[in-house]
């Protein structure tokens, strides 16, 4: 979805485990959810 | 906005994202199905010098999934737009990286959280941090005034996320970073469980 609004150089850095030991962790754990950092760039 | 194909209804999720978030500024030690605070930072990797001294209603109802720092810091001058900045934890690692000539604007849509931003901002003196009410898919700063655009654990709250990104590109200078932390799930959700508000508000 970024490089279709215009962004370039996308990249993505560690999964983190943000939902470990908390009440949510079920849920997340269905679905398998983790938080990501990301990087774009608009383009010059 | 273009909301007709969205599985849920935008605007009863914008309000059911501002009660929770609202929650979380007004009782940040009651339970909430995910982590807050100052655990929270040290879980996500924070470096010990932003989070073990700052004022504990600075960081309290911080509620990020990651650190949209870690991979790539700010630099001294910048300007820099948090979107969805809550109580203002990011804004103000932000404003310290940038320092006095660097400016910082967090914007937010829960006026709780963002009445908490601008006390936690007299709190710890930063002048260079102003906090605006709006919304990620129209954001209320001009056309390419940010050098970086910094958001955490936000997009996946927004019922159109390609009007956010679209929003965050027009408000980002030609050659502008965007740098965010988010959850993404890697397996999918059902088609009935995707419209249970539930699992959009955390
Ligand atoms: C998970 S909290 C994260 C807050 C902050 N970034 C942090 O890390 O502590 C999500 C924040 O985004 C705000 N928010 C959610 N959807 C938004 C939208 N569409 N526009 C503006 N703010 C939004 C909420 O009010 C809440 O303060």
Redesign the interface.
């Known amino acids: 979805?970024?490089e279709?609004?215009?962004?370039v150089d996308v990249?993505y850095?560690?999964r983190?485990d943000?939902?470990?030991?908390?009440?949510?962790e079920e849920?997340a754990r269905?679905?398998?959810?983790?938080?990501?950092?990301?990087?774009?760039?608009?383009?010059? | 906005m273009a909301t007709s194909e969205l599985p849920v209804d935008a605007d009863s999720l914008r309000s059911e994202v501002r009660d929770k978030y609202r929650d979380v500024a007004l009782e940040p030690g009651a339970?909430?199905?995910?982590?807050t605070g100052r655990f929270l930072a040290r879980?996500?990797?924070y470096p010990a010098a932003w989070v073990d001294d700052v004022p504990e209603p600075v960081v309290e109802s911080f509620a990020g999934?990651?650190?949209?720092f870690?991979?790539?810091r700010l630099e001294p001058g910048e300007r820099i737009v948090d979107v969805g900045s809550g109580a203002g934890f990011d804004s103000f690692c932000a404003a310290w990286q940038v320092g006095d000539d660097g400016h910082v604007v967090g914007v937010d849509m829960t006026p709780e959280m963002l009445d908490k931003a601008r006390r936690n901002a007299a709190l710890v003196g930063a002048d260079n941090v102003e906090f605006r009410e709006g919304f990620a898919e129209q954001l209320p700063v001009a056309d390419g005034w940010a050098d970086v655009v910094i958001s955490n654990?936000v997009i996946n709250l927004c019922p159109d996320?390609?009007a956010a990104?679209?929003e965050i590109?027009r408000v980002?200078?030609?050659?502008?970073?965007?740098?965010?932390?988010?959850?993404?799930?890697?397996?999918?959700?059902p088609p009935g469980a995707l419209r249970e508000i539930d699992?959009w508000t955390?």
Not at chain 1, 18 to 24: D, E, I, N, Q, S
Not at chain 1, 38 to 44: T, V
Not at chain 2, 65 to 68: K, S, Y
């Open positions: 979805m970024l279709e609004v215009g962004f990249s850095g560690n983190i943000t939902f470990a030991g908390a009440p949510g849920k269905a679905y398998d959810v983790h938080g990501y950092t990301f990087m774009a760039r608009k383009p010059d | 339970e909430h199905h995910f982590h879980h996500l990797g999934v990651g650190d949209p870690a991979m790539r654990g996320k390609h990104f679209t590109r980002l200078r030609p050659g502008g970073v965007l740098q965010f932390a988010d959850i993404a799930n890697g397996t999918p959700v699992l955390g």
